[in-house]
């Protein structure tokens, strides 16, 4: 089993940056796609920006210039740097990856367990 470890979250005013962090581990021969959603309460997870193991971003069009989602292969984290937060934001962030355990293995997805992000006004 793989697992994915988010960190990073926490309470900000509006304007202000927080850097999200998700390390995976477990058995890994390859991560493919990583990449992060956010769930605000009440409303469905979101898709917030991806991120692909040659280093191909694609981002959200809510949090493009705001927003930067980098990766350390070597590390098997990724990371979500969040700049000029804004209330809106407010939502618990997942991480995931898609992942291949071994050579003759499907690949899946995992997902971490989120981190809090609120942003005050």
């Known amino acids: 089993q793989v697992q994915l470890v988010e960190s990073g979250g926490g309470l900000v005013q509006a304007g202000g940056s927080l850097r999200l962090s998700c390390a995976a581990s477990?058995?890994?021969?390859?991560?493919?796609?990583m990449g992060w959603y956010h769930q605000a309460p009440g409303k469905q997870r979101e898709l917030v920006a991806t991120?692909?193991?040659?280093?191909?971003?694609s981002y959200a069009d809510s949090v493009k210039g705001r927003f930067t989602i980098s990766r350390d292969n070597a590390k098997n984290t990724v990371y979500l740097q969040m700049n000029s937060l804004k209330p809106e934001d407010t939502a618990v962030y997942y991480c995931n990856a898609l992942v291949q355990r071994s050579w003759f293995e499907s690949q899946y997805t995992a997902w971490g367990q989120g981190t809090q992000v609120t942003v005050s006004s």
């Open positions: 477990g058995r890994i021969f390859n991560i493919n796609v």
């Open positions: 991120i692909t193991s040659g280093g191909v971003t």
